[in-house]
């Protein structure tokens, strides 16, 4: 597919040479997305603050006043994102109509320099799950066969890219919620370093885990929004320095040698995309990169201690939804332990429902140490085993997923193989590493993505590395 | 009623949980105003202390600096790690469905302090003090149909010091809280104001006939040492009593009814909450330097019991170095105890102030809205003087301070000012006899008492002499010679 969109250095470079205007390419992206409705990748548009931002942006413009390095670029945030011109609504009942008073940071910084939020993507309620079906309102469909699914949980920022409503989108990622939506719809997906983007203002999965990220049709692009986003921010503790170089003009030669996770290579990954995954390698091979095999013993327990540890922040984190503050409240109700049940017991979905049920499980007394305990060890011993690994080798490759984007309606009685997409993507959510998934061909005549990651704080040579790789790949 | 010998035959287990309202300007993960005393509902209150949605706890390094110097307050060291945990439960004031606190790591471990009660010195275990936000505050009005929460006070640090079961009477529970408040007081980490609860003491109290430990009770909420007292005494003849009947204490949570002086059963405690506390994955733990720690550690001011220590050279009663050390938090911009220290190296003059600061000074202050203006030190240097020459009595010395702390500035000679306001006594030996020839010439019939033995007299025609002298006479050097004269 041909994109009606150039890079974004490209557009904001148009805009800020007054021969494009922001407003041109609001309407460009409105109209792409109410021609592309029947994928069901929008929650929301928020047309008209984006019309009145790119007026803004337009009239500086012709004033001869400077303007930011993403001058009229339009994006689209998924919809766990606090922005205004919306409901900020996490894809959930419990928050349907919750109109944000504040906006999260990311946004803020993207904003600054004159990015335009034109719309809310769809997701898996409050982002759990790996295909948008656990949206509350609706699934949506990937651009490539509408009738299998387009990842989770950040499918409608994923979809949105590859229906070329926008240059890019916003998404979140817990377990691999980037990542995999990016896979199954062809895209490029970046999962930062934990903590290099401010969490301030997106409504919180497992805070531990939770990453920002863009979803792009280029890693130049990933490169440029990242960028913008990234370092450290007073309202979010757990931010950590940008590196110094930034992370655009990226430039290198590929590296000298990278591992293979062995563990992503066994039994269990579809023989087609290991096949993609094999050429790719084999690509690399043939520029003399040096290839190694590289065993994590722990993977092996990495799915499990993830779906231990993501349900007790979960549980944790979705206790504000209460009733009595915002969103959903069971009027119904006639007293206080009343109005807490019904109103979370009909606001909330059975995804959300389980993985409290779980959470409040593994942290209750008496089973808080042979759950919640032992999974941060096998965290700590993962995190042991990517540093040893991270001496010998920059950067780790594998698919990041085990098959290629499923029917819709496929997996959706069975949580439990919903929950073993997420195998190949969790392991860098435990540890904090980077991983991007890069578009590496198709398999059953769906994308296939290949995954790369590299050593906490490494993200401008992981994307220097993904650039290069992405020239050798196309 | 509970008789004493009766109750002499239990022993009595007390621990105190104390928790105590940080001073810092903001609260410990917003950056809004933290002294919600004169507030609107609802005013003091960001997204992050309402709950929102992606809202986020940033801690607040002030917060971690006082409770640094909390830990030095209680005699020991802050840990060098220390982290913050969920601990959830459901309830309208309580925004985020659960509580920032510290379980299992603590940033103040093991820690003491000592107590005189009767005379006798005890040391009182602190288990640990850990940090945490301070819930909202709910109110249900009477006859009405909903509950009003006011989140203002939402996120507010504090700081819950847990002592060791180490106490054994009222006594020593209100001594305990009182030692307590001073050490936050001097360590200046709390504004401590005890009717605005800044810190609120939930007392821990059993009975046992036998060596083993009843069942406790826990008072909670109470914000005066006088209360911790009367609870104390309340529950113990309440616990025995029932247990004198045959019945069992019940693991409860009471309340206390200053009004009728008696606690009240709040809600049981059999079933034992399950928190579910976990690490919280949005503050990263608190890692303290040596540095740090050292650096605030060279900085703290002077406790309590070095204060004590550094006063005992005096010879104060207990009583006497008790009363300076409430004046110096009760008035802090005085500087009681600095001014005294001062002064040290004249124990006799230093004692001699101790004496005007416990008996003039402190009452005067208690009374008088305004600042002091005038330096304590001149004043009382100049009225020690004063005295040393035999020119001012006690009782005009005592009106001569009183009058001179009110004034806007000392005079120029405050001995010219005490003369002109007639306060200096008449010291004149010539001019003294010649008022006690007249006086005993005007009391034939003292002056002839005195003769014949009958020394009584001599303090009534004492009081003659300085009743003449219009108050000016020294009164010693009076009655000498009106021995003198009639001896002669």
Redesign the interface.
């Known amino acids: 597919m041909q994109s009606q969109w150039p890079s974004i250095c490209a557009i904001a470079s148009a805009v800020q040479a007054g021969t494009t205007s922001a407003s041109e390419l609001v309407e460009r992206a409105l109209i792409a997305i109410a021609k592309k409705d029947e994928y069901k990748a929008i929650i929301a548009t928020t047309e008209t603050r984006a019309r009145q931002r790119a007026l803004t942006i337009d009239k500086q413009v012709s004033d001869g006043l400077a303007v930011g390095r993403l001058a009229g670029v339009p994006f689209i945030a998924k919809d766990n994102f606090?922005v205004f011109g919306a409901d900020?609504t996490?894809a959930s009942n419990i928050?349907r109509g919750?109109s944000?008073?504040?906006q999260?940071v990311a946004i803020e910084k993207l904003e600054a320099e004159g990015a335009i939020c034109v719309a809310k993507a769809n997701l898996d309620a409050f982002a759990h799950g790996s295909s948008t079906e656990n949206s509350d309102f609706m699934t949506t469909k990937n651009p490539h066969d509408s009738t299998r699914v387009p990842g989770g949980s950040s499918g409608g920022s994923a979809a949105a890219v590859m229906l070329d409503l926008a240059p890019f989108a916003l998404g979140t990622d817990t377990g691999g919620s980037i990542r995999l939506p990016a896979s199954y719809c062809g895209a490029v997906g970046y999962k930062p370093t934990y903590g290099l983007v401010s969490?301030?203002?997106?409504?919180?999965m497992?805070?531990?885990t939770d990453v920002i990220g863009p979803l792009t049709r280029s890693v130049e692009d990933a490169a440029m929004v990242l960028d913008v986003m990234a370092g450290k921010d007073?309202?979010?503790?757990?931010t950590i320095e940008r590196e110094s170089a930034g992370y655009t003009n990226l430039a290198g030669a590929l590296p000298s040698k990278v591992g293979v996770i062995k563990e992503y290579m066994a039994e269990g990954i579809d023989p087609a995309v290991k096949g993609q995954i094999v050429a790719a390698i084999d690509a690399l091979k043939a520029r003399s990169v040096e290839v190694v095999e590289i065993s994590l013993p722990s993977l092996s327990a990495a799915l499990a201690a993830y779906y231990i540890l993501c349900p007790?922040?979960v549980?944790?984190n979705?206790?504000?939804?209460?009733g009595?503050?915002?969103g959903h409240s069971d009027l119904e109700a006639r007293t206080?332990d009343e109005s807490?049940g019904r109103s979370r017991s009909t606001g909330f979905g059975r995804e959300a429902k389980r993985r409290i049920m779980i959470g409040?499980y593994v942290?209750?007394?008496g089973y808080?140490d042979a759950y919640?305990v032992k999974a941060q060890t096998v965290r700590t011993k993962l995190i042991a085993e990517f540093n040893e690994a991270f001496q010998s080798v920059d950067f780790l490759l594998g698919p990041t997923a085990p098959n290629t984007a499923f029917k819709i309606g496929e997996n959706i009685k069975d949580p439990l193989q919903m929950y073993l997409i997420d195998i190949l993507t969790v392991a860098a959510n435990l540890v904090g590493v980077p991983a991007i998934s890069l578009p590496a061909g198709s398999a059953n005549d769906m994308p296939v993505g290949l995954q790369i990651m590299a050593a906490q704080k490494n993200d401008r040579a992981l994307l220097t590395f993904a650039k290069a790789y992405e020239e050798l790949l196309a | 009623m509970i008789n004493a010998e009766l109750r002499k035959s239990y022993t009595v287990t007390i621990g105190i949980e104390c928790h105590v309202q940080l001073k810092t300007a903001t609260k410990l993960f917003s950056a809004v105003g933290n002294d919600a005393r004169d507030a609107e509902p609802n005013t003091l209150v960001s997204?992050i202390d309402?709950?929102?949605?992606?809202?986020?706890?940033?801690?607040n390094s002030e917060a971690v600096r006082l409770a640094v110097k909390a830990a030095f307050a209680l005699g020991t060291e802050p840990e060098r790690f220390s982290k913050f945990d969920?601990k959830?439960y459901?309830y309208?004031d309580l925004?985020?469905?659960?509580q920032i606190s510290q379980f299992d790591e603590p940033i103040i471990g093991k820690g003491s302090l000592e107590i005189v009660v009767d005379g006798e010195t005890k040391v009182i275990g602190i288990t640990r003090a850990h940090m945490e936000e301070d819930a909202g505050k709910s109110t249900h009005p009477a006859g009405k149909d909903y509950s009003l929460v006011d989140l203002n006070r939402a996120g507010t640090p504090l700081l819950e010091i847990v002592s060791e079961p180490d106490m054994h009477s009222s006594a020593e529970a209100k001594a305990y809280a009182r030692e307590l408040y001073l050490r936050m007081r001097y360590a200046d980490v709390s504004e401590a104001n005890l009717y605005y609860g800044n810190m609120r003491f939930d007392v821990n109290v059993s009975v046992s006939k036998t060596s083993e430990l009843g069942t406790r009770t826990e008072t909670k909420n109470l914000n005066s040492f006088r209360s911790v007292e009367k609870s104390v005494e309340y529950e113990v003849d309440r616990q025995i009593e029932v247990l004198e009947k045959g019945g069992v204490i019940v693991q409860e949570t009471r309340g206390w009814d200053d009004a009728k002086q008696r606690t009240f059963s709040q809600r049981s405690k059999e079933n034992?909450d399950?928190y579910?506390?976990?690490p919280d994955?949005?503050?990263?733990p608190i890692v303290l330097s040596e540095e740090y720690i050292a650096e605030i550690g060279a900085a703290m001011p002077v406790m309590p019991d070095a204060w004590r220590k550094r006063l005992s050279s005096l010879g104060l009663d207990r009583a006497q170095t008790e009363t300076l050390l409430d004046a110096q938090v009760e008035f802090s911009k005085e500087g009681y105890l600095q001014l005294l220290e001062a002064m040290l190296d004249n124990q006799a003059f230093a004692k001699q102030v101790a004496n005007w600061l416990v008996n003039i000074d402190i009452p005067f202050m208690r009374d008088y809205d305004q600042p002091i203006k005038v330096q304590r030190v001149v004043l009382y240097g100049a009225i020690a003087e004063l005295i040393g020459d035999g020119k001012l009595s006690s009782t005009n010395a005592k009106a001569l301070i009183t009058e001179l702390l009110a004034a806007e500035s000392l005079p120029d000679d405050i001995a010219v000012y005490a003369a002109d306001k007639g306060y200096i006594q008449e010291s004149d030996e010539a001019a003294i006899a010649a008022i006690v020839a007249r006086v005993l010439k005007d009391n034939p019939q003292a002056a002839n008492d005195v003769k014949n033995g009958e020394l009584k007299a001599i303090g009534f025609l004492t009081g003659q002499v300085m009743k003449a002298s219009q108050g000016k006479a020294n009164p010693g050097l009076a009655s000498q010679l009106i021995k003198k004269q009639l001896t002669d």
Do not use: C, N, W
């Not at chain 1, 007073?234 to 757990?238: E, N, V």
């Not at chain 2, 994955?281 to 990263?284: F, K, L, Q, V, Y």
């Open positions: 606090l900020t996490a928050l919750f944000a008073p504040y999260s969490r301030s203002g997106v409504v919180a497992a805070s531990s007073a309202l979010d503790g757990t007790a922040e549980s944790s979705l206790s504000r939804y209460d009595q503050r915002f206080l807490y409040t942290l209750s007394s808080y919640y | 997204h309402f709950g929102m949605p992606g809202a986020l706890p940033v801690l969920r959830h459901f309208p925004p985020k469905g659960y034992a399950d579910r506390y976990m994955p949005d503050i990263p």
